[in-house]
């Protein structure tokens, strides 16, 4: 198992370029089973939830290149409608070929899936929406199934206990491609991935419109293309990296990111007191000291994303005063803060909300991430933190950020990867 070990103290100066988003790309890979032609799909990152979810299309039927960030699929006819237990429970996402099985082969059989341990994410919305559509879903053994003669379009309301859902509207979303007439999606998740998503589809010879509203309309009945689709820029890599030139002090340019996508989390990063300027594709970070309290609401898009507050309690655990961040989409996603606490952090959880005391500084030690928000976390607490951190179980973090110890030693960054 390997481990970052990283020097902390040095401010972080030069370019980083972001990668595709991981978020985008696991459910476009899973909607290349919508389609017997050839789809060619770019900037897709080389993380390892992506090469979970193509293990999982080859599995099922699907012929799959990969390379320089390319991937190239072609799925001529479903092998197998069943997706495995050993493969989906390393990666939640894999449910999105749910959907996708459901609108070609009218059957599927999905495990209930794995992925981050940050508490309970129900697939009871996923189960709603496609038995909407006129299937019989069930859950056996562990088992999503699902099978229909005919799938046929409605009105679905996807609304929450938490809000809305993205796993849930894009999984309706596929599914819907292969009902007769129009289905209509209520409380739909309004998240730039769903609308990259969309925009696939559109590809494909989709006939659907509204992604980016909180209603989605998708007419079935459509003939099919071959597609060259190219992901769109990662928003929480680009979050990630403007919090680490922010926590280091330091001046970082993000290049190839789009900036509308995180306009909460630049709010949140100036009201640090960070100076944040941003161009077309890019954006300037200039660290500040002091750091500034303020306090974060974890919402839907276009709220603050919740995959951003780990990072953010990490900058904030050195501010100059109290700051909040209240977490609204998942429970026990504060599991960061205890291993902070470590590092000199003073932070205490009351239900949903971390409160955050500032400190002058924090100091390395041997830490454990728990999900692939916490590594970044952690990682973020330990170059700025004095002397060294060891950051354990980092099998996380290469599950969705590309190269992230050698973008961030092109940076300046003290860190490396070795083996424990």
């Not at 998942?330 to 960061?336: A, G, I, L």
């Not at 932070?347 to 728990?370: N, P, Q």
Request: glycine letters at 10%.
């Amino acid at each position: 198992m390997d481990r970052f070990v990283i020097e902390g103290g040095k401010k972080l100066s030069g370019v980083v370029e972001i990668s595709g988003a991981k978020n985008s790309a696991l459910p476009i890979i899973a909607a290349s089973l919508l389609t017997d032609k050839k789809v060619v799909i770019e900037n897709v990152p080389d993380v390892m939830d992506v090469r979970t979810m193509i293990q999982l299309v080859e599995y099922l039927g699907s012929s799959v290149k990969f390379k320089k960030n390319v991937l190239e699929i072609y799925t001529p006819r479903i092998k197998r409608i069943i997706a495995p237990y050993n493969i989906v429970i390393k990666m939640r996402a894999s449910y999105y070929v749910l959907g996708a099985l459901i609108a070609r082969e009218k059957k599927a059989r999905v495990s209930l899936p794995g992925g981050c341990a940050i508490g309970p994410r129900p697939v009871d919305l996923h189960i709603k929406g496609i038995a909407s559509l006129g299937c019989n879903v069930d859950i056996d053994q562990g088992y999503i199934v699902a099978e229909c003669k005919n799938l046929k379009g409605t009105e679905i309301n996807l609304q929450g206990a938490k809000g809305t859902s993205v796993g849930a509207t894009i999984n309706v979303m596929l599914a819907a491609t292969g009902a007769q007439g129009m289905t209509t999606i209520n409380f739909a998740a309004c998240e730039p991935e769903v609308v990259d998503v969309a925009n696939f589809l559109k590809k494909l010879g989709v006939n659907i419109k509204g992604a980016g509203t909180n209603q989605i309309t998708i007419r079935g009945n459509w003939c099919p293309v071959e597609v060259l689709h190219r992901i769109i820029p990662d928003r929480i890599e680009t979050g990630t990296f403007a919090v680490a030139g922010a926590i280091t002090n330091g001046n970082v340019t993000i290049k190839n990111c789009n900036p509308t996508h995180l306009v909460a989390v630049i709010d949140r990063l100036k009201e640090t007191g960070t100076d944040i300027q941003v161009k077309e594709n890019e954006i300037f970070v200039r660290g500040e000291r002091p750091i500034k309290p303020t306090d974060i609401f974890v919402a839907p898009y276009p709220g603050f994303p919740t995959d951003m507050q780990a990072q953010f309690m990490a900058l904030l655990s050195l501010g100059s005063g109290t700051s909040t961040i209240k977490e609204t989409i998942f429970e026990n996603r504060f599991m960061q803060a205890v291993e902070l606490s470590r590092m000199g952090a003073n932070i205490t959880l009351e239900g949903d909300t971390a409160v955050i005391k500032g400190v002058k500084g924090l100091s390395g030690t041997y830490v454990m991430a728990s999900d692939l928000r916490a590594s970044a976390c952690l990682v973020l607490a330990g170059l700025a933190a004095k002397g060294k951190t060891y950051v354990r179980r980092i099998y996380h973090l290469d599950r969705g950020y590309e190269r992230f110890e050698k973008k961030l030693r092109m940076l300046g960054a003290r860190i490396k990867r070795e083996k424990e």
